[in-house]
């Protein structure tokens, strides 16, 4: 009688929530190329890249949740190169108390992470050793701030048991300061993302923990391959609140985040409501997702039931992998893309007011799941997804969607899907078109995505249950004229923590959490410069815009976290634009 209850709820709000939707939005008269045929291709980089990653699940033969989870990775300038290097998390050898297949014998050397420095012209090396990135963990996911804003960026890496924080020395090498920092996490932590939720200029953590997995548990039908994560109780998730001096407080109860049990799989923060305060979406593995509202006074409201991001179209709390906050209509609000086990979710954003002014409850009326009038759900329905990008993959204006699948208990390998953005919420089907690589099957987990080459066409890094992982390079032909925009935010190492809407108030380094909106032929892109996107990955920290047609920036506007508004006029196109956040005694 409950689940019915909440079944017919949630058809309430979604047939309300149709009947107020925004106008459809315009054609996008930059998009020259929109209706014609695809130009997207990527090819498979590896060989010839450097990059030899080979996953490790840990075991011989998949047998649990834990390895079946996979890995990710981030792509990061980790030595101020103006080059995106690759970091890829890996799992850990497992011993026969935590699988009944241990491998035998066991590798020398053992499985771990590894960072690879971008030598430019598409090489890399493996600078792991000398890097100290070492994590002695399970691995699952990665993320990556300048949480100390002394112009470096630095990393957290999650796994099983805890997670390690590694700060960036500013000379290649990164040292592990997690006790010294506060952050203490037990259980599974899996996917974690960087946010200024309180905007002091410092950003804050968010770490998802998934379940309280207990290696022990053996019981399941066969068919299922290993017991699910409807075996296990449950987690709450943590929030970590930076205290501007290196150190971090555990707020998870005062802020109301650990008030909701669930199983992360994925997190990404944004600001949904256009109020200017970040809120933070979790995709949970077959229990409702999670949407916390930012209340602007240290405190969140998970409100995904009454603003229709908890479920899917058809009512279900499916297994949701990772989810991407993108405006997909060029209407200035943030939508929710998320991968799952069945159809994925494409949440259109049902509008919100202008960015800035704060909204009520009748303001903001939430999101609707146009999955199947999008032309996607008919394509995904026969894979499991899991790592994804929306990108403007030929910048002909419109945004793209990337989908990688495999198997979900089992080891079974697929192939990947392509999605064309057509304008007007619907895409095309354009992933045999786009290339070989995309046909080859295989077990994908975390992805993640970058320009690599700064030749303004973006490409991936895939990770691979299990094997190898896969750099796809994008080859598009035609493409249109693109800008990166990298933000750099006015907060500086040691300047203290102010408040919201303070006259002192400066942006964190990295500009986590700042609007960007980019007007060309009277038509505007937005886009938030977050911090990780998809599943268990982070893409690069640059903003990319695909600009069609136009051969100029009429304008650029970039509301930062402060409260500051900066306006640039007449930029070019087809560069990488810094853009600094002006500050006391200027920017630097």
């Not at 963990?137 to 100390?148: F, R």
């Not at 992805?447 to 750099?471: I, M, P, Q, R, W």
């Not at 935010?489 to 040691?494: W, Y």
């Amino acid at each position: 009688m409950i689940l019915r209850s909440l079944l017919l709820f949630s058809v309430a709000v979604s047939i309300a929530t149709a009947q107020n939707a925004a106008p459809p939005a315009q054609p996008n008269p930059d998009a020259a190329k929109a209706l014609g045929q695809s130009t997207i291709r990527f090819e498979d980089a590896t060989p010839q890249s450097g990059i030899h990653f080979v996953h490790s699940f840990g075991s011989a033969k998949l047998s649990s949740l834990l390895e079946g989870t996979g890995a990710g990775c981030v792509w990061f300038d980790y030595n101020n190169s103006g080059r995106k290097s690759l970091f890829v998390v890996n799992g850990s050898t497992l011993d026969a108390g935590m699988t009944p297949n241990p491998l035998s014998p066991q590798p020398d050397p053992a499985p771990h992470a590894h960072l690879y420095r971008n030598d430019g012209n598409g090489h890399f090396t493996d600078v792991t050793a000398q890097s100290g990135l070492d994590p002695d963990l399970y691995g699952d996911a990665v993320t990556v701030a300048d949480y100390d804003n002394d112009g470096y960026q630095d990393l957290l890496v999650t796994g099983y048991g805890k997670v390690i924080l590694y700060h960036n020395n500013g000379n290649g090498t990164f040292t592990d300061v997690t006790r010294q920092s506060g952050i203490k996490v037990n259980g599974w932590a899996i996917s974690s993302t960087w946010l200024d939720y309180d905007r002091d200029g410092c950003v804050d953590l968010f770490v998802g923990r998934y379940v309280k997995f207990d290696p022990k548990y053996r019981s399941y039908y066969a068919a299922d391959n290993y017991p699910g994560p409807l075996s296990y109780a449950g987690e709450s998730n943590m929030l970590f609140h930076n205290n501007c001096n290196g150190t971090f407080t555990d707020v998870s109860d005062k802020s109301g985040i650990s008030a909701s049990i669930g199983r992360t799989m994925g997190v990404t923060a944004a600001d949904f409501d256009n109020d200017g305060w970040d809120d933070i979406y979790v995709t949970n593995d077959d229990t409702p997702n999670f949407l916390f509202h930012n209340l602007h006074n240290g405190t969140f409201q998970e409100i995904a039931n009454i603003t229709g991001a908890a479920y899917g179209e058809d009512g279900e709390a499916t297994s949701s992998m990772g989810p991407v906050a993108a405006d997909l209509w060029n209407r200035g609000v943030l939508d929710l893309w998320v991968t799952d086990g069945s159809y994925n979710r494409l949440l259109k954003n049902l509008g919100a007011p202008q960015l800035g002014s704060p909204p009520t409850k009748s303001d903001w009326q939430g999101f609707q799941d146009v999955t199947a009038a999008s032309n996607i759900s008919q394509v995904e329905g026969q894979y499991v997804s899991w790592g994804s990008g929306v990108y403007d993959f030929d910048n002909d204006g419109l945004l793209d969607i990337l989908v990688l699948h495999g198997g979900l208990t089992h080891m079974i390998p697929m192939e990947h899907t392509l999605f064309r953005g057509m304008g007007d919420g619907k895409f095309e089907d354009a992933s045999r078109q786009a290339g070989p690589v995309l046909s080859v099957r295989t077990v994908a987990r975390g992805a993640c995505f970058a320009d690599y080459l700064n030749d303004g066409k973006v490409g991936a890094y895939v990770v691979n249950l299990g094997s190898e992982g896969t750099l796809l390079h994008n080859v598009s032909s035609g493409a249109g004229h693109w800008v990166d925009v990298q933000l750099v935010g006015a907060m500086r190492k040691g300047d203290a923590g102010v408040a919201a809407g303070d006259p002192l108030a400066r942006s964190n380094r990295d500009g986590i959490g700042a609007r960007i909106e980019v007007y060309t032929s009277s038509v505007r892109r937005t886009a938030e410069r977050v911090a990780s996107s998809g599943y268990l990955s982070q893409n690069q920290g640059r903003v990319h815009f695909g600009l069609g047609n136009a051969p100029v920036i009429d304008k650029l506007v970039v509301r930062w976290p402060s409260g500051i508004v900066q306006t640039l006029p007449n930029q070019p196109v087809d560069r990488v634009l810094t853009v600094q956040e002006p500050g006391r005694g200027g920017p630097q």
